[in-house]
C-alpha cells in the first residue's frame, strides 16, 4: 500500500516504514504528526484518486530530527570584464520523518 500526499507544499510517494526529508516542520523531535492532504492512495492494485483529496485518509508519521540541512547549492555571479563575482551558498533547513502508517 503506497499514497501520494502533499507535505508541506510537496507531494511525496510514502510507505509505511519509509524515512524521507521534507522542508522544516513546526514539530520537536519525537512528535507524532498527521497529514490529511492525501491526493491518492493504492491498496493491492485498488486505486483512489482525490478531487483533490481523498476523504477519510490520514497519513501518520513521527518526526526523527528536526535540524537537517540538505545539501550545499551553490550561487555564483559574475560580471565579465568587470571585476564583479559573488560566491553564496544555502543549505535548506530539512526535518526527517518516519511514516509509521496510511489509515
Known amino acids: ?19 524521507i526529508f ?8 519525537g512528535a507524532s ?14 486505486v483512489k484518486v482525490g ?8 497519513v501518520k508519521a513521527t518526526v526523527l530530527d528536526d535540524s537537517c540541512k540538505g545539501k550545499k ?4 555571479k559574475k560580471r565579465r570584464r568587470k571585476g564583479y563575482q559573488k560566491l553564496n551558498g544555502h543549505r535548506q ?4 520523518i518516519q511514516i509509521n502508517e496510511i489509515a
Request: charged share 25%; hydrophobic share 45%; aromatic share 8%.
Open 73 to 76: 547549492v551553490l550561487i555564483f
Open 93 to 96: 533547513p530539512l526535518s526527517k
Open 22 to 29: 521534507v522542508n522544516r516542520l513546526a514539530a520537536e523531535k
Open 51 to 58: 478531487s483533490p483529496y481523498v476523504e477519510g485518509v490520514v
Open 1 to 19: 500500500m503506497y499514497a501520494i500526499v502533499d507535505i508541506a507544499g510537496q507531494q511525496f510517494k510514502v510507505e509505511a516504514g519509509m524515512e
Open 33 to 46: 504528526v498527521e497529514f490529511d492532504k492525501v491526493l491518492l492512495t493504492d491498496t493491492d492494485g485498488t
